[in-house]
């Protein structure tokens, strides 16, 4: 009898505990929604005063988020709130801004702008693009400069940690390219083959990177 009686109650148990297996989706995928809204009006209201709207920058000293890699964005933003990045205009922009950012934040933030229509590519001197053009898709095997797709995809769009660079601001991509040459930002992979890279044939491909969509 006593295991008779306990039947209901066992009954209640389960439902009780199928309906919050239930819901538990459900409660995530409101989670995940709040925090995209959150992630959006951060965006729209403290990112794009130098990033632009969607993460289209104005600016050629801000670089251009829109369409950038999801997982490149979010290993940048845990770099930036770690300090583990550390040219001057991290420093100087994005210490600050990042400092308060948690790990749910940042992956809001690096979806929504990962989700943005991409910037248009600029067209510069066809000579210098056509240079540009030569290095990132084949490199120099005689100076061991590897060539960028290699990384970055045939097209300048980069994969998981690698970034975008398709239609990235010709200036900001020089800069880049210099502090890293210069050992001011850590990028592992880079640094071999950078570092035989003449102040022409940055500009080269960072004019080639710009004309791309």
Known sequence: MKNQRSIPARALALGLLCGALVAGPALAAESSSEMAKKAEKLAVETCSACHG????????????????NKDYLVAQLKAFREHTRGEQAAHDFMYGMARALDDATIVA??????????????????????????????????RNIVAC?????????GSAVFPRLA?????????????????LRSVPAMHGIVQSLTPGEMAAVAAYVQSRD
């Not at 709207?53 to 829109?66: D, E, I, K, Q, Y």
């Not at 066809?126 to 095997?141: N, P, S, T």
């Not at 239609?167 to 040459?181: A, G, P, R």
């Open 167 to 183: 239609s990235q601001h010709e200036d900001y991509v020089v800069k880049q390219l210099v502090v890293i040459q210069n050992a």
């Open 53 to 68: 709207p969607n993460g289209r920058s104005v600016s050629p000293t801000f670089p251009n988020l829109a369409a950038q």
């Open 149 to 157: 797709a290699a990384c970055h995809g045939p097209e300048a769009l």
């Open 109 to 142: 933030l690096a979806e929504y702008f990962a989700a943005q229509k991409p910037a248009k590519g600029v067209p510069g001197d066809a000579a210098l693009v056509a240079r540009g053009k030569k290095l990132f898709e084949q490199g120099d095997q005689e």
